[in-house]
């Protein structure tokens, strides 16, 4: 876009990253979105779509650039670099005895070294001391180069070409380090040991040549410009894709003009407090102070970022944001809402295997429940709203646990617990080992526990193929042998929203779910003796419910006696309140009220 081509990545106050337009001359931030409306969230992004597909974002206004956290325009990779790439430089560096490349002026081939990703920091972050590491740290203004588009073996006329824009980086290094090692990497890649930006911008918003300075606590130290380079650009690109491939948001630092620490006699070395700048035409000032000798080192005390995928990480808010933390330090999605006339107690729902706490809305506002109970409705782990990590092994009884926290969390002695399928086998555990708490169940749809071989492996089975091919595969099959009959020709709504709900969930959480299932009895959960249960019970079921067959129904009222109660729904399949809300809630309401 036109006018906001000086890129600057930060974090927002909401913790995610975003890229905007960085205004120079005021100091002000204007976000930017894709055209589509979605906001940028990183420079890649910007390689990739190109300026005229990116836009100020809708209705928001510019912010100070103090108040944000800054963030390197390029951080995911090792910087590429070139040494020695100034006449001058080369000439002060090797006379100064930290030289121990080719120990001569200009050299025959560009120097190539990298810096890591993890010594990359933004502008305005604090350089590490490092003083047990080394006591020669110095400086290096350099021009960045940014790659935007792959390239290999790539013909220094044609080089132009692959570059996308510039930013600025400050090389900073440890000389003794560099010297006594032979090669610069250990020297160029200590923490924090390349600041970069704070802004990348497109080279067609630039001039041809590029001047860069460095101060120290605001004295002149380096100037130079692209045009005296030993090794020009083009000639640096296809050096280095003669064997391997350039990608794009690949950075290449190229080189430093002279007047570096170690050029002086004696050497100038940077100390605690000294505040290096380094500016370069268009791109604004790099600006990163040393820290001082007693702190810590932020890099090394940065929590790694976990490479254990979450399922849905993000889908309640950013960073956990619309989410309940249990006492194990469980993160599920639950929604707590008082009574709003006389409370008569507590209901907790527990819904089924491809649900989520959203199948229970039409009987809570059906019966009012939540005039006179409150209402704590959850989505199970991985389903829903909730997250699962892949590392997160989930069963019949780490639900029915979870259901306990919430229940601690919200400081409930007291509950009935409505349930749904897979949901009523987690409520029947967790009442028969907390007799205290729960009341009353009311169990919509119990499958036989523990299933069958058959469902067993069959509940693998699908494990396996979601996880393969995506809720997709399986949502039409389970809609088509879950519903009725009538269902399927005369309540297009409650076919629509069984569909709606199985394509909601994510493959892992409904495959682990899968799993839990079937695994109920292998972990030692077994038949249930519901009978065991010292309160009263209502089971409901429809006359075409497969999973929870009438028969079934019928005989778990017998084994119970008086205390529990079936009702069977007619043109009713599994999912009940999607089929026939009006008869759920009759019996329900009968129960209850």
């Known amino acids: 876009m036109s006018g906001l081509t000086n890129y600057v990545a930060y974090e927002s106050a909401a913790g995610t990253a975003r890229v905007g337009h960085l205004d120079l001359s005021t100091s002000q931030i204007t976000p930017l979105s894709f055209k589509s409306g979605a906001y940028l969230t990183s420079i890649y992004q910007v390689i990739e779509i190109g300026s005229n597909n990116i836009i100020a974002s809708a209705h928001t206004e510019p912010i100070a650039l103090s108040s944000v956290k800054l963030l390197a325009p390029l951080a995911e990779r090792d910087v590429l670099c070139v040494g020695k790439n100034y006449a001058e430089h080369a000439r002060e560096f090797n006379q100064s005895g930290f030289d121990s490349s080719d120990k001569v002026d200009v050299p025959s081939h560009p120097v190539i070294f990298t810096k890591r990703a993890t010594s990359i920091i933004p502008s305005g972050h604090e350089i590490y001391r490092h003083s047990s590491f080394t006591q020669s740290v110095d400086y290096e203004g350099e021009i960045g180069v940014i790659i935007g588009k792959a390239g290999f073996q790539i013909p220094e006329e044609k080089a132009a070409e692959y570059v996308w824009g510039y930013t600025i980086i ?22 924090s040991f390349c600041p970069m930006g704070p802004i990348a911008v497109p080279a067609s918003a630039l001039p041809a ?9 605001g004295e002149p130290r380096q100037k130079g410009d692209s045009s005296q380079l030993i090794f020009s650009i083009p000639n640096l690109i296809a050096t280095l894709s003669a064997g391997q491939t350039l990608q794009p948001g690949d950075v290449l630092a190229t080189g430093t003009p002279a007047g570096v620490g170690i050029g002086r006699n004696p050497p100038l070395f940077l100390q605690p407090g000294d505040q290096v700048d380094v500016s370069i035409t268009g ?30 990480a993000d889908r309640a808010g950013h960073g956990f944001a619309g989410l309940t933390t249990l006492p194990s330090g469980k993160k599920l999605f639950v929604r707590q809402t008082p009574a709003s006339g006389e409370k008569k107690g507590t209901l ?9 706490h959203d199948f229970y809305t039409p009987l809570i506002r059906s019966l009012s429940l939540n005039t006179n109970y409150e209402t704590i409705l959850f989505d199970l782990e991985g389903h829903g709203l ?13 639900y029915a ?11 409930v002695s007291k509950a009935t617990i409505v349930a749904h399928s897979m949901g009523t086998v987690v409520a029947q555990v967790f009442a028969l080992s907390n007799a205290q708490i729960v009341e009353r169940l009311v169990l919509l749809g119990p499958p036989p526990s523990p299933l069958p071989a058959g469902g067993v492996a069959g509940s693998h089975a699908r494990a396996a193929l979601v996880r393969e091919k995506g809720m997709i595969a399986v949502a039409d099959a389970v809609v088509a042998s879950g519903t009725s009959v009538k269902t399927q020709n005369e309540r297009p709504l409650g076919v629509a929203a069984t569909r709606m709900s199985l394509l909601a969930q994510t493959a892992e959480g409904y495959a682990k ?19 065991g249960f010292a309160g009263t019970t209502l089971v409901v079921t429809g006359d075409e ?8 129904v019928k005989k778990m009222e017998g084994e119970c006696g008086g205390k529990l109660k079936a009702v069977v729904l007619e043109g009713v399949g599994h999912w009940h309140l999607y089929e026939d809300v009006d008869g759920v809630s009759k019996a329900v309401g009968e129960f209850l009220l």
């Open 209 to 217: 040549t590029l001047e860069v300075q460095t101060t120290v606590n």
């Open 348 to 356: 907790i729902f527990v819904h089924g295997l491809g649900g989520t």
């Open 401 to 411: 646990s979870d259901v306990g926290e919430i229940l601690s969390q919200f400081r």
């Open 283 to 312: 791109l604004g000032t790099l600006s990163n102070k040393i820290s001082a000798e007693n702190s810590a080192n932020a890099t090394a005390s940065r929590a790694p970022k976990s490479v254990v995928p979450i399922t849905n």
């Open 513 to 531: 779910g899968c799993v839990a299932l079937a695994g109920a009895g292998e972990e030692g959960v077994g038949r249930i003796e519901l009978n």
């Open 386 to 398: 909730s997250p699962t990590s892949a590392a997160s092994i989930v069963s019949i009884n780490s």
């Open 545 to 552: 419910d497969k999973v929870s067959p009438p028969a079934l």
């Open 170 to 191: 400050n090389d900073m290094t440890a000389r003794e380090r560099q010297r006594d090692h032979k090669q610069f990497y250990i020297g160029k890649s200590p923490d």
